[in-house]
């Protein structure tokens, strides 16, 4: 690697090391949930019907079957979120997120998008977010060229309401 390749992957290498502790630890302290557990809970929440086959999710969140069941488990146990056979496949199972998962989800989120802006949104011109936002859609393709989640580029679809809370702007 020439000086400009090895400062852009060791620069990249590092967020990547310093981000998700520093995202769980707001979780942890603020709701006492796991960035992974909020991640789950968010694709729940934008879910048609707040519910996904087990598979889906595992793929939307990057997670091993395995590593998702116990998870779900957890946050089942917490009353966050229940399963239940999928009627279109006897074999599949689908997970959906609860009133109670809602209502936790909604409590988390501003501290969560509190610290996200503090981390990197508020740190970058919006020349630079413009740039990182290519660059996470090139590695994404990259990495995952299967992925149904939507590039970046693609408008995401407005949050189902309520996902403020009241007196909260978007």
């Known amino acids: ?41 968010s694709m729940l929440q934008f879910a048609p019907d707040s519910t996904l086959r ?8 990057n997670a091993a079957l395995g590593r998702l069941s116990h998870v779900c488990s957890r946050l ?42 503090a981390l990197v949104i508020d740190t970058l011109t919006r020349e630079q977010l413009a740039c990182l936002a290519d660059i996470t859609e090139a590695l994404g393709r990259r990495l995952d060229p299967d992925s149904r989640i939507p590039p970046i580029s693609e408008p995401l679809p407005a949050p189902p309401e309520p996902w403020v809370r009241r007196g909260q702007e978007r």
Do not use: Y
């Not at 090895?6 to 502790?21: H, K, N, Q, T, Y």
């Not at 087990?54 to 969140?61: E, V, Y």
């Open 1 to 41: 690697m020439d000086e400009t390749e090895s400062r852009a992957w060791l620069g990249l290498v590092r967020v990547i090391e310093l981000l998700p502790p520093a995202l769980d630890a707001q979780l942890q302290r603020d709701s006492g949930f796991t960035h992974f557990e909020f991640m789950v809970l």
């Open 54 to 61: 087990m598979t889906a999710l595992a793929q939307g969140t």
């Open 76 to 117: 089942e146990r917490r009353g966050l979120v229940e399963r239940f056979p999928c009627a279109a496949d006897k074999r599949a199972t689908n997970v959906r997120l609860t009133g109670a998962g809602r209502r936790d989800l909604l409590d988390a989120a501003p501290g969560h998008f509190g610290i996200a802006r």
